[in-house]
T-cell receptor, first 115, second 116 residues
């Protein structure tokens, strides 16, 4: 079974600073994918970034980067130059290599950006 | 290009009642998954529909059932509502089955169900 652990219930960051949101995972699958989603107060889950287990380089998407450490089973999200609009819940998720299995989510981290 | 839409936005029911939630997938998508997100938790997978059949199911009782229509839209039905069914119900759409692991799911805004 797959499991995602997010140990930070809440985080604060100053506007324009960088912040790291932690995510560790557990799986017996040799091939898997890791995802980060943002959930604003409106409720919609917004896809941010994806990392495949066999990808050699860490994924980046604009201000988002994923610090993937396979041996430590961690997939931390780094947000650079934080903006007030980044305030939201952030969820780490994973699925196995078939692509057809459902996403398994962590409990999330609430990020608050302070002006 | 319309994204995933869900209706209604909010719903209040009493224990024992039945509820139907609706989802229209993103244009071009044919697979619909439903998730339950309790307050303070991450989404939990309920089931997935493809070609009008339930393909996968999470750890939810039979009170939770669904349907997919020929136009790929989907319904989630919950019978004999319990207080613990109060949650945000999210619908996600994707394209096909058995694709690469990066097969992205697009989520709708959710339906917030309150059971009194």
């Amino acid at each position: 079974a797959q499991k995602i652990t997010q140990t930070q219930p809440g985080m604060f960051v100053q506007e324009k600073e960088a912040v790291t949101l932690d995510c560790t995972y557990d799986t017996s699958d040799p091939s898997y994918g890791l995802f980060w989603y943002k959930q604003p107060s409106s409720g919609e889950m917004i896809f941010l970034i994806y990392q495949g287990s066999y990808d050699q380089q860490n994924a980046t998407e604009g201000r988002y980067s994923l610090n993937f450490q396979k041996a430590r089973k961690s997939a931390n999200l780094v947000i650079s130059a934080s903006q007030l609009g980044d305030s939201a819940m952030y969820f780490c998720a994973m699925r196995d290599s078939s692509g057809n299995t459902p996403l398994v989510f962590g409990k999330g981290t609430r990020l608050s950006v302070i002006a | 290009d319309a994204g995933v839409t869900q209706s209604p936005t909010h719903l209040i029911k009493t224990r024992g009642q039945q509820v139907t939630l609706r989802c229209s997938p993103k244009s071009g998508h044919d697979t619909v998954s439903w998730y339950q997100q309790a307050l303070g938790q991450g989404p939990q997978f309920i089931f997935q529909y493809y070609e009008e059949e339930e393909r996968q199911r999470g750890n939810f009782p039979d009170r939770f059932s669904g349907h997919q229509f020929p136009n790929y839209s989907s319904e989630l039905n919950v019978n004999a509502l319990l207080l613990g069914d109060s949650a945000l119900y999210l619908c996600a759409s994707s394209l096909g089955l058995g694709l690469a692991v990066v097969n992205e799911q697009f989520f709708g805004p959710g339906t917030r169900l309150t059971v009194l």
